[in-house]
T-cell receptor, first 115, second 115 residues
Framework: AQKVTQAQTEISVVEKEDVTLDCVYE???????LFWYKQPPSGELVFLIR??????QNEISGRYSWNFQKSTSSFNFTITASQVVDSAVYFC????????????FGKGTLLTVNP | EPEVTQTPSHQVTQMGQEVILRCVPI?????FYWYRQILGQKVEFLVS????????KSEIFDDQFSVERPDGSNFTLKIRSTKLEDSAMYFC?????????????FGSGTRLTVV
């Protein structure tokens, strides 16, 4: 069974602060895929990143960076110099290997960036 | 950029009524999914669909639910006799393959309110 834990329910920061959203996952699959999605107040799910289990390189995209560590089963997401527009719920999700194509989501972290 | 389109954006229905939620996946995608998000909670997998049949379904997807691809473009979720607890945001998603190359594209959701 797949499981994703986002222990931080809510985080509040002031604009320009850096913030890290934690994600811990559980799976028995040796091959798996991790995702982050953003859900702004308007409600849609916006894809941010996908990471394969066999690629542990960290990734940076503008102000966003992701730290994947298989040893601790974590896939953390950092926003540098946060902005008000970053305010949203962020979901971490896991897709197993093989023919199991569904995504298992964490409960999400509500990030509020105050001006 | 190709989009997954869902209609309606919001539907209110009386308990016991049948509802059909509609989705137009990205045209060259082969795999289709429905997810549900009860207000303030995590996104939950309902069903996946490939080659005109259900490939996987969750415990939530009981006999009250059905999916159909009535033509080459639409993908529908039917709830036969709605209950109050069916009130949620329903997301349709599609992927070109197994989701591990280009990820999953989600629609903007249909907010279903059962009264």
């Amino acid at each position: 069974a797949q499981k994703v834990t986002q222990a931080q329910t809510e985080i509040s920061v002031v604009e320009k602060e850096d913030v890290t959203l934690d994600c811990v996952y559980e799976t028995r699959d040796t091959t798996y895929y991790l995702f982050w999605y953003k859900q702004p107040p308007s409600g849609e799910l916006v894809f941010l990143i996908r990471r394969n289990s066999f690629d542990e390189q960290n990734e940076i995209s503008g102000r966003y960076s992701w730290n994947f560590q298989k040893s601790t089963s974590s896939f953390n997401f950092t926003i540098t110099a946060s902005q008000v527009v970053d305010s949203a719920v962020y979901f971490c999700a896991l897709r197993g290997g093989g023919s199991n194509y569904k995504l298992t989501f964490g409960k999400g972290t509500l990030l509020t960036v105050n001006p | 950029e190709p989009e997954v389109t869902q209609t309606p954006s919001h539907q209110v229905t009386q308990m016991g009524q049948e509802v059909i939620l509609r989705c137009v996946p990205i045209s060259n995608h082969l795999y289709f999914y429905w997810y549900r998000q009860i207000l303030g909670q995590k996104v939950e997998f309902l069903v996946s669909f490939y080659n005109n049949e259900i490939s996987e379904k969750s415990e939530i997807f009981d006999d009250q639910f059905s999916v159909e691809r009535p033509d080459g473009s639409n993908f529908t979720l039917k709830i036969r006799s709605t209950k109050l607890e069916d009130s949620a945001m329903y997301f349709c998603a599609s992927s070109d393959g197994t989701g591990v190359v280009y990820g999953y594209t989600f629609g903007s959701g249909t907010r279903l309110t059962v009264v």
